[in-house]
Each structure stands twice: as C-alpha cells, then as structure tokens.
C-alpha cells in the first residue's frame, strides 16, 4: 500500500468515524463538513477514496476534528465515571450489601469482561 492509499483510507476512516451510524450518507456527510469547514463534495469525494492524492490542508483539517471529537468522547467518558463513582458511594452509604461486590468487580476482579478504574 502506497503512502497515499494509505491517507486515503485513513481519511475516509476518519469520516465514517465523525459521521456516526445513524441516518443516511448525505446528512452525514453535512455533519462531517460543518464539523471540518469543508465543502459537502470534499467529504464525499474523500468518504469515497475518489481523490487520488489528499491536499495537506484537508487531511490536517480532517485530522484536528477527529482530535476533537475524540476529546470530546474522552470527557464524556470521565464524566460518566464521575457520575458512576458518586451514584456507587451512595450505595455504599445506604449500606447496600452488593456495592462492595459491584466495586470488586468493576475494579477487575469478579466476572466483569472489562476493568474500569474507579
């Protein structure tokens, strides 16, 4: 695989990934161009693997709203955990006999298929 195919696929990666995985390709491909600043047919062309060699201007705009996004994702994540963590302690002040176990297993041990850190 060449570099530039590699760009490529990385691009429309990158796009499929802004887009999210409800509704149809057109609406998705609005959302990716307001994200970017980008005009709807670049992401088309792009989500396509149609350009054959990537501006640099474009990749590096694609490439600072999938940082973006993925910042976003993080903060959600850890204001999820926040939110778990408070709602746990609660339990555990009430004395509720499984948040101990339910602590456990979050923390790794138990039956749980992923460790989360609290």
């Given at each position: 695989m060449s570099?530039?195919?590699?760009?490529?696929?990385?691009m429309a990666t990158c796009i499929l990934a802004l887009a999210g995985t409800d509704g149809p390709a057109k609406a998705a491909n609005g959302k990716v161009a307001r994200l970017t600043g980008l005009s709807v047919q670049t992401i088309e062309r792009l989500r396509?693997?149609?350009?054959?060699?990537?501006?640099?201007?474009?990749?590096?705009?694609?490439r600072e709203a999938m940082l973006a996004h993925v910042e976003q994702q993080e903060q959600r994540a850890r204001h999820e955990a926040s939110l778990l963590r408070a709602r746990l302690a609660?339990?555990?002040?009430?004395?509720?006999?499984?948040?101990?176990?339910?602590r456990d297993r979050l923390r790794g041990g138990g039956e749980a298929h992923r460790t989360v850190d609290l």
């Open positions: 570099r530039a195919d590699a760009i490529r696929d990385e396509w693997r149609k350009i054959v060699r990537v501006p640099a201007d474009v990749a590096d705009a694609i609660r339990f555990e002040d009430l004395g509720c006999a499984d948040a101990a176990a339910t």
